[in-house]
Every structure is written in C-alpha cells, then in structure tokens.
C-alpha cells in the first residue's frame, strides 16, 4: 500500500522516515513511501503487525546483539600489552591471556596484543569471564596492526582462536526438579507469554531452557522435512530449543524475555520448560581489531592442509567479535556454536582457501545453538554460503543486518533443518557467480538430507543482483521476501508452494530495515512501560 508524505499514515511514522533518511532508502518516485501488508505503522507510529490463517505473522528480531542490543559493547580497560617473539607465539600469547584469566572478575580486561606478526602453530583460547583479544588493527600491514599468522595444521583442521567454553551438548544440563509442561495449546510465533503446569520451583530472572521435542505428530505436520524430495527426518532428531529468560511469572503464567520463533502446538508436541544450570558457560568476551591470516601452499581452490576456522564463539553469552579480517580458512572466518547475544561487526571474512565444495567457505557461519546473533555490516568475499545457518532446529533469531556477499558461489540461506527466525535485512550481493544467492526453502536431499531449511524468515529489502532470491512455504510456517530488488521467486531446486512475496523490484519500502525499526519499536515500549 503506497502513501503520500502528505498523508496521515505516514506523518505519525514516528522514527519511521528518519530511520529511512538515515539509511538512504529512496522512495518509489518522489515523496512516494509504501508499507508491507504485513507490518506497518499506527496512528501512534507503533508497529502493527498481520497474520495469515495458520497465525503465521513476522517475527520480532529485535533482542539479536550483545545484551540483546540494549546496550553498547563495552570498550574494556587493557590489562596487559605484549609484542610478537620469534618463532611460534602460541606459548607466548596464550600465557597472557592465562594470566589475564587468573584474576579476580573484577580486575579482568583486555590483552593487547601490539602491531606486529605473530606466527601461532596452535589454538587460542580466550575461556574466562570479562576477557577481551584485542588487537592494533586489522590491516595487512604489520608495522601499525596486528597479524595472527595461523601456520601448519597440527591438530588437523584446527580453529585458531576460541572465545568461550568447551562444547558441551547445547544447553542439555538442566536443574533438577524444574521441569514442567507448557499447557497453552498454541503459542504463536512471536509470543512471549504462556501457561505451565507448575511454576512453582522456577523464579523470575531464571535462565531456562523451552524444549519442543521432535515427534510424529509435529514431523507429520511437516512431510517429515519435506519426505518427497529427500531422506525422512526421525523422531527426536531435531527438537526445537529455545534458551531464554524468565521476566515476569503470575501463577502459572511465565512472561519470557524473547519471543519464540516458530509456534508450539500442543496438538503436535508436548513442549516443556526447564531451568538451565549454564554449566561451562563463559560471558562477556570477545575479539577486536586484528587480522587472522592462515598460510596456505598451493592452489587456493585445492589446498586444505590448514587450519579451518579463523574465530569461533563457543559456549558463549553476550559476546563479541568486532573489526576483524579473516583470511584463508577453509570453513569460516567467524563461526558460532552455543552461543546466544552475541554481535559480530564491521568483520571482512575474505579468500577463502578450499576445494569449492560442501561443509566449505561458510564464512559467516550459524551452528548449532545459536540464538540472538547480530552480524552487522559485515563483508564476504568468494563464499559458497556467505552467511548461513549451518545449524537446524536450536537455532534461531539470527540478524544478517547490511551484510555483503561479493563473487558468491552459492546462496546465503537457512542451510539445513529447521533454522528459524533468520532475516536477511538489507543484505546485498556483488558480482554474484551462481543462479540463485539467498535461499529461504526446501534443500530437499541436499547435503544430510536438509528439507526445510529455514522457517518463519524474512528477507527484507535485498538485493541479490543478477541472481536469484528463493522464497517457499514450509508446512506449519512461512517465509517472506518484502520489498527485495533481483528475481524473486518461489521457484527452487525441489519444487514447494511460493512462499510471501511483496513489492519485488519496488523501491522505498517503510521501514528501510526491519530490525533497526523493530528495535526502535521494542525501546519505545519499555521506556513507555
């Protein structure tokens, strides 16, 4: 539905068309703005939302980020400074960062490692509370930044810089005599409130765990992962987690802190809650202003005798990488794997080096149990899947906020099983090199038999060039492409119905950015609270 400036419905937009100056959205024609069907704004210029008849609405996306985006990434103090020594610098900067850790909490903070090369044989590990890698710059000059130089591949395939725990199972570790049954028969997508059987031993502020569990009827529900066009999905394999907060409780009535991103149908499964008991957990880390250069020898299609991922967050809550290059991995520049608010920002995963093939060139990668990630403004060079969700179904709530994909080889997408909640929010691809570079739809017998990769997902305002955007309908659910420039279709490699598609090919779309506006939405209602 197009507006006018003139017209009521978009003078009381609120932040609505400074939020599209400040993004240089342009309109349609002159003075010429339009809303989606499906999200738009009130007399009060707060977001309203619709739903179709399966209660399908989009999602809030807003609580992705460090602190789920409200507040900013702390600029920690720097606690001990260090120059490169000869020969292998593992021993050297690990021992710093050991020291670092050492300390009380309070006295922790950042280790700064001084321009310069430094060769490291091995892994890092930045594993306490409150500790930050910080560099000098992330350019290629060594003289005024700072170069992890990643030689050999011993262990095999190893990451060269870890933040966080050790991999621990998801959030499997439950306190006893937490657990209860969720007794609403619906929740939608998007709610934060339901009833359970028993509230009585969980308290607000608890972190807990909502656990929908992979049965029959919900696989029914869904063709089995789309069961004709690829391998059945078992019972049990993909149960459907969320990691979340308790912010109110009245009775037996839990208030969450985020919604949920796909509904939980009691008809289908029985879902239920439980207390987590954050076992290994590490908060507060991150990783600044550093390059990460892997050595390679030979081809940089067939070489992979080194290491795999430049920086993984692990084990993680309200963490960070931040101006950051990655250069020469064969999987990642920057992978997560339980890991929940965390931000990646202003980061360069470039030239990868790898046969161009599967499990490969993922540059900004989703694993398994990743939720409330933020990537922002982030750049990818010669991917297979710029940035994807290589995880399933205990992922979700992930935002690719102004992300570009340049000299693609394959899409940006939900990549397997089940992700949720994924919004490619003014993502934007270069020079693509491959028919089709975002992906919301069925994968069919791809890969592990992936199906549905990516329910309840958006793309909004994209731009995939000379390619192809893929949006489709999964069974119980829904994606949607709004407002998006290129091919946008519904036609994919196994064929499923279309999924949302709105105002293809037409500029000035309110709001410019889905996140930023329902972030500032979000604000609004607490500061009105």
């Given at each position: 539905?197009?507006?006018?400036?003139?017209?009521?419905?978009?003078?009381?937009?609120?932040?609505?068309?400074?939020?599209?100056?400040?993004?240089?959205?342009?309109?349609?024609?002159?003075?010429?703005?339009?809303?989606?069907?499906?999200?738009?704004?009130?007399?009060?210029?707060?977001?309203?939302?619709?739903?179709?008849?399966?209660?399908?609405r989009l999602p809030d996306f807003s609580h992705a980020g460090y602190r789920n985006g409200e507040r900013p990434i702390p600029w920690a103090r720097v606690v001990k400074a260090i120059r490169p020594v000869e020969g292998d610098n593992t021993a050297h900067i690990q021992a710093a960062l050991d020291e670092i850790a050492a300390l009380p909490?309070?006295?922790?903070?950042?280790?700064?490692?001084?321009?310069?090369?430094?060769?490291?044989?091995?892994?890092?590990?930045?594993?306490?509370?409150?500790?930050?890698?910080?560099?000098?710059?992330?350019?290629?000059?060594?003289?005024?930044?700072?170069?992890?130089?990643?030689?050999?591949?011993?262990?095999?395939?190893?990451?060269?810089?870890?933040?966080?725990?050790?991999?621990?199972?998801?959030?499997?570790?439950?306190?006893?005599?937490?657990?209860?049954?969720?007794?609403?028969?619906?929740?939608?997508?998007?709610?934060?409130?339901?009833?359970?059987?028993?509230?009585?031993?969980?308290?607000?502020?608890?972190?807990?765990?909502?656990?929908?569990?992979?049965?029959?009827?919900?696989?029914?529900?869904?063709?089995?992962?789309?069961?004709?066009?690829?391998?059945?999905?078992?019972?049990?394999?993909?149960?459907?987690?969320?990691?979340?907060?308790?912010?109110?409780?009245?009775?037996?009535?839990?208030?969450?802190?985020?919604?949920?991103?796909?509904?939980?149908?009691?008809?289908?499964?029985?879902?239920?809650?439980?207390?987590?008991?954050?076992?290994?957990?590490?908060?507060?880390?991150?990783?600044?202003?550093?390059?990460?250069?892997?050595?390679?020898?030979?081809?940089?299609?067939?070489?992979?005798?080194?290491?795999?991922?430049?920086?993984?967050?692990?084990?993680?809550?309200?963490?960070?990488?931040?101006?950051?290059?990655?250069?020469?991995?064969?999987?990642?520049?920057?992978?997560?794997?339980?890991?929940?608010?965390?931000?990646?920002?202003?980061?360069?995963?470039?030239?990868?080096?790898?046969?161009?093939?599967?499990?490969?060139?993922?540059?900004?990668?989703?694993?398994?149990?990743?939720?409330?990630?933020?990537?922002?403004?982030?750049?990818?060079?010669?991917?297979?899947?710029?940035?994807?969700?290589?995880?399933?179904?205990?992922?979700?709530?992930?935002?690719?906020?102004?992300?570009?994909?340049?000299?693609?080889?394959?899409?940006?997408?939900?990549?397997?099983?089940?992700?949720?909640?994924?919004?490619?929010?003014?993502?934007?691809?270069?020079?693509?090199?491959?028919?089709?570079?975002?992906?919301?739809?069925?994968?069919?017998?791809?890969?592990?038999?992936?199906?549905?990769?990516?329910?309840?997902?958006?793309?909004?305002?994209?731009?995939?060039?000379?390619?192809?955007?893929?949006?489709?309908?999964?069974?119980?659910?829904?994606?949607?492409?709004?407002?998006?420039?290129?091919?946008?279709?519904?036609?994919?490699?196994?064929?499923?119905?279309?999924?949302?598609?709105?105002?293809?090919?037409?500029?000035?779309?309110?709001?410019?950015?889905?996140?930023?506006?329902?972030?500032?939405?979000?604000?609004?209602?607490?500061?009105?609270?």
């Open positions: 539905m197009a507006h006018d400036l003139s017209r009521r419905g978009l003078l009381v937009a609120g932040g609505a068309l400074a939020l599209a100056a400040a993004t240089g959205v342009q309109p349609a024609a002159a003075g010429t703005f339009w809303q989606s069907k499906l999200l738009s704004y009130d007399r009060r210029g707060r977001l309203t939302y619709a739903q179709d008849a399966e209660g399908n909490r309070e006295r922790r903070g950042a280790l700064l490692l001084l321009p310069g090369l430094y060769p490291v044989a091995g892994t890092l590990y930045v594993r306490a509370d409150g500790m930050v890698l910080r560099g000098s710059g992330d350019g290629e000059d060594p003289a005024g930044n700072t170069i992890i130089k990643a030689t050999g591949n011993n262990p095999k395939d190893r990451d060269v810089i870890v933040v966080g725990g050790t991999a621990a199972g998801g959030w499997a570790g439950e306190v006893p005599g937490t657990r209860t049954d969720i007794t609403t028969d619906f929740v939608q997508v998007g709610a934060r409130e339901f009833e359970v059987a028993n509230a009585g031993s969980l308290r607000p502020g608890d972190n807990i765990v909502i656990y929908h569990p992979c049965s029959e009827g919900w696989l029914k529900a869904i063709d089995y992962g789309g069961h004709d066009v690829g391998p059945a999905w078992q019972v049990g394999e993909h149960p459907i987690i969320y990691n979340r907060y308790i912010r109110e409780i009245s009775g037996n009535r839990l208030k969450i802190d985020v919604p949920v991103f796909n509904h939980l149908n009691r008809a289908l499964s029985q879902s239920s809650v439980y207390k987590w008991d954050r076992a290994g957990l590490v908060t507060q880390v991150g990783v600044e202003r550093l390059r990460v250069d892997i050595e390679y020898h030979g081809d940089p299609e067939q070489d992979e005798d080194h290491a795999y991922n430049a920086i993984v967050l692990l084990r993680t809550e309200d963490s960070w990488v931040r101006d950051c290059t990655m250069l020469h991995f064969t999987q990642a520049g920057v992978a997560t794997q339980e890991t929940t608010r965390a931000t990646v920002e202003n980061c360069r995963a470039i030239d990868p080096v790898s046969i161009v093939t599967g499990s490969r060139r993922y540059n900004f990668n989703t694993y398994v149990y990743s939720q409330q990630v933020l990537f922002r403004d982030c750049h990818a060079y010669k991917s297979r899947h710029a940035f994807v969700s290589n995880g399933h179904s205990t992922v979700s709530g992930v935002v690719f906020l102004r992300g570009t994909a340049e000299y693609a080889l394959n899409s940006s997408e939900g990549h397997r099983r089940w992700s949720q909640g994924l919004l490619y929010d003014g993502h934007r691809d270069i020079d693509p090199h491959y028919d089709y570079t975002l992906g919301l739809y069925n994968r069919g017998r791809y890969g592990t038999s992936h199906g549905w990769s990516a329910a309840h997902s958006v793309a909004w305002r994209c731009d995939v060039s000379t390619s192809r955007l893929i949006v489709q309908k999964p069974p119980t659910a829904q994606n949607y492409a709004i407002g998006c420039l290129g091919t946008v279709t519904g036609d994919g490699p196994f064929q499923q119905p279309a999924g949302y598609i709105e105002g293809t090919g037409q500029p000035g779309l309110l709001p410019p950015s889905l996140y930023e506006a329902q972030f500032l939405d979000r604000l609004r209602g607490i500061t009105a609270a």
